[in-house]
């Protein structure tokens, strides 16, 4: 122990019971797993002759599911695009509850385009069922 140790320095600077936090976020959460992700999304996909990363692709499959007709993928791109959006009555709306929001921005232009959307789907996938018709192959690579 340092025998010409001062407990006055820094007594000015101190945190005092009562006053904001100076560290209100607190101590950064470990990512480990979230990390090796991002780590691996930005990696160059094997095989791909244009070069695209894992991130690249998958959204690419994710965009052809949602053109399919696959609610589920465009509820995803609506997410991550416009943002999740929340409303008391969306079940009313869509037929099924939409995620909740956890993001900021206005939410309830969000939840519009979301809803404008599914309405599309849905109808587009009525006329194809009345037309007799089936979805279009996904566009090959």
């Given at each position: 122990m340092n025998?010409?140790?001062?407990p006055a320095i820094?007594?000015?600077t101190r945190f005092r019971k009562g006053e904001p936090s100076p560290n209100p976020a607190g101590r950064p959460k470990?990512?480990?797993l979230s990390d090796a992700?991002?780590?691996?999304?930005?990696?160059?996909?094997?095989r791909?002759?244009?070069g695209r990363t894992y991130a690249e692709v998958i959204a690419r499959r994710v965009a052809m599911e949602a053109a399919k007709g696959n609610l589920k993928a465009v509820a995803e791109i609506t997410d991550?695009?416009?943002?999740?959006?929340?409303?008391?009555?969306e079940s009313q709306v869509t037929g099924?509850?939409?995620p909740e929001s956890s993001r900021g921005g206005n939410a309830g232009e969000g939840y519009q385009r979301y809803v404008e959307i599914m309405q599309r789907l849905k109808q587009k996938a009525k006329q194809r069922l009345a037309q007799g018709q089936e979805d279009?192959?996904?566009p090959t690579n």
């Open positions: 025998k010409n140790f001062d820094g007594k000015a470990k990512t480990i992700y991002r780590d691996i999304l930005a990696e160059a996909f094997p791909d002759k244009q991550r695009s416009e943002g999740r959006a929340r409303l008391e009555s099924h509850q939409a279009p192959p996904p």
